[in-house]
């Protein structure tokens, strides 16, 4: 059975237990062994990120929830741990839950975007360029990973296509 790590900004939510139980379920009946962030010895800074390393280091593959998480990217740490598993060549598939682009998520967050006919590229309220691949994350997420419009479910049943 494929070990598979469960990436993503979930163990922040307040029904992180539920939601824990409920992931390891679901990829048990897709026929992988789990390996969720949620299971951890003590909640020490230190000893979550050495208990994450190893179980990425155990992992086959990575399933990354990379939906926007305080703000218009991922979290931060998922995408650190897709990077981790990106540099061991795992196979990755991260899931996002409705179809968009960075482009679209910049403008719903922080208002209009305006076109720099000089560069040829869009500028946020702030002059900032914004990525615009028609990606639905950045370049270095979107790029290396298998990205599927869905839940887990979906992800772990394009892992589960990817493997065999």
């Not at 208990?51 to 931060?76: K, Y």
Request: proline share 6%; glycine share 6%.
């Amino acid at each position: 059975m494929k070990k598979v790590y469960l990436a993503g900004p979930d163990v922040f939510f307040p029904d992180i237990a539920q939601r824990a139980t409920l992931h390891k379920q679901l990829c048990r009946e897709k026929g992988f062994e789990p390996l969720h962030p949620a299971d951890q010895p003590t909640l020490e800074a230190a000893d979550i990120y050495h208990a994450n390393i190893a179980m990425l280091q155990q992992a086959d593959a990575v399933v990354a929830n990379l939906n926007p998480f305080r703000g218009t990217e991922p979290d931060s740490g998922t995408a650190f741990e897709v990077g981790f598993a990106t540099a061991r060549k795992l196979r990755v598939v991260g899931y996002i839950g409705k179809r968009t682009t960075v482009r679209a998520q910049v403008a719903a967050a922080l208002g209009p975007l305006v076109y720099d006919d000089a560069m040829g590229v869009w500028r946020d309220t702030n002059q900032n360029l914004v990525e615009d691949f028609g990606l639905p994350v950045n370049l270095m997420l979107a790029v290396p990973c298998t990205i599927v419009f869905g839940e887990l479910a979906d992800a772990l049943d394009a892992l589960r296509t990817q493997l065999s």
